[in-house]
């Protein structure tokens, strides 16, 4: 069965950090693009970050460049997402989400396999 469960979601004060995980099963990163999506209360889901599980390579949106990053440890089937200098306006669902490498060039379109989400709430 293929899986995705996040956690790591909480309350924060701006300028504070937070780091998310996504365990997968079913999953191996190594031929997989594996991105961290949000949805913030009455907007659009948004694409934050992707890793390209074959030469690790990332790319994020621009409103978190040089904050966010993430990353993975292929051992534990783990992605995370490292959150810094956060924003009232980074507050959102965040979803860790898996697709085939094929999905790379577009992958802030969408993905196939989505995990439940973990809520970041970043107070002003």
């Known amino acids: 069965e293929r899986k995705l469960v996040e956690s790591g979601g909480g309350l924060v004060q701006a300028g504070g950090s937070l780091r998310l995980s996504c365990v997968a099963s079913?999953?191996?990163?190594?031929?997989?693009?594996i991105a961290w999506f949000r949805q913030a209360p009455g907007k659009m889901r948004e694409g934050v970050a992707c890793?390209?599980?074959?030469?690790?390579?990332?790319d994020y949106t621009d409103s978190v460049k040089g904050r966010f990053t993430i990353s993975s440890d292929n051992a534990k089937n783990t992605v995370y997402l490292q959150m810094n200098n956060l924003k009232p306006e980074d507050t959102a669902v965040y979803y860790c989400?898996?697709?085939?490498?094929?999905?790379?060039?577009?992958?802030?379109?969408?993905?196939?396999?989505w995990g439940e989400g973990t809520l970041v709430t970043v107070s002003s």
């Open positions: 989400a898996v697709d085939s490498l094929a999905t790379w060039s577009t992958w802030y379109l969408g993905m196939n396999y």
């Open positions: 890793l390209n599980g074959d030469d690790g390579s990332t």
């Open positions: 079913g999953f191996t990163f190594d031929d997989h693009a």
